[in-house]
């Protein structure tokens, strides 16, 4: 299985400053039809997990364009522009490109 | 609206079986891959099983020969049987669309003690 792995593990921002969580993966993640299957999840508080990005960087529907993702290959960044308090939560990567599905250990982004 | 419903979940003694239950509406399970994913408490994510559109299942190590995912297409659910629990399969289980997972239901808390 693809093992994929967050730094920080845990990331306090102030309000209003950007954050920006990494995701690394134990092996290339670009699929053999030349799309890579990355994804991001938030997971706020007591609600269960809700998709972020796809494919690297292309954002789901309804999510603010504060969160962009990037990256290629096994490296991969989810960036957010301007913390809100509503952003606090835990974010997963997950890769799609292999099955299993695998997920980061998670990054908890909490308020300074 | 596309919704995932889960129920089934309580606590059970370490050998017992509990079957979970994911209803849909606004989706059709026969027409997606359709997959369980659990949340031990204070845990990440891990992925439990998965049913192909076409009938296929596929199972994590972790739960090989003791779960055992179904659905019922004349009610649009998926099922997951749990047989032989263990302590470690306490967690909250997700079911969620497979393709993109970006359709979660809330979750059902299984706590398997004593």
């Known amino acids: 299985d693809i093992v994929m792995t967050q730094t920080p593990l845990s990331s306090p921002v102030t309000l209003g400053q950007p954050a920006s969580i990494s995701c690394r993966s134990s092996?290339?993640?670009?699929?053999?039809?030349?799309?890579?299957?990355l994804s991001w999840l938030q997971q706020r508080p007591g609600q269960p997990p809700r998709l972020l990005i796809y494919?690297?960087?292309n954002r789901f529907s309804g999510v603010p364009d504060r969160f962009s993702g990037s990256g290629a290959g096994t490296d991969f960044t989810l960036k957010i522009s301007r913390v809100e308090a509503e952003d606090v939560g835990i974010y997963y990567c997950?890769?799609?490109?292999?099955?299993?599905?695998?997920f980061g250990q998670g990054t908890k982004l909490e308020i300074k | 609206e596309v919704q995932l419903v889960e129920t089934g979940g309580g606590l059970i003694q370490p050998g017992g079986s509990l079957r979970l239950s994911c209803a849909a509406s606004?989706?059709?399970?026969?027409?997606?891959?359709m997959t369980w994913v659990r949340q031990a408490p204070g845990k990440g994510l891990e992925w439990v099983s998965l049913i192909h559109s076409g009938g296929n299942t596929f199972y994590a190590d972790s739960v090989k020969g003791r779960f055992t995912i179904s659905r019922d297409d004349s009610k649009n659910t998926v099922y997951l049987q749990m047989n032989s629990l263990r302590a470690e399969d306490t967690a909250v289980y997700y079911c969620?669309?497979?393709?993109?997972?970006?359709?979660w239901g809330q979750g059902t808390m299984v706590t398997v003690s004593s």
């Open positions: 606004g989706l059709t399970v026969s027409s997606n891959h």
């Open positions: 092996q290339s993640l670009v699929h053999s039809d030349g799309n890579t299957y």
């Open positions: 969620a669309r497979y393709s993109a997972f970006d359709v």
């Open positions: 997950m890769q799609a490109t292999q099955f299993p599905r695998t």
């Open positions: 494919k690297i960087s």
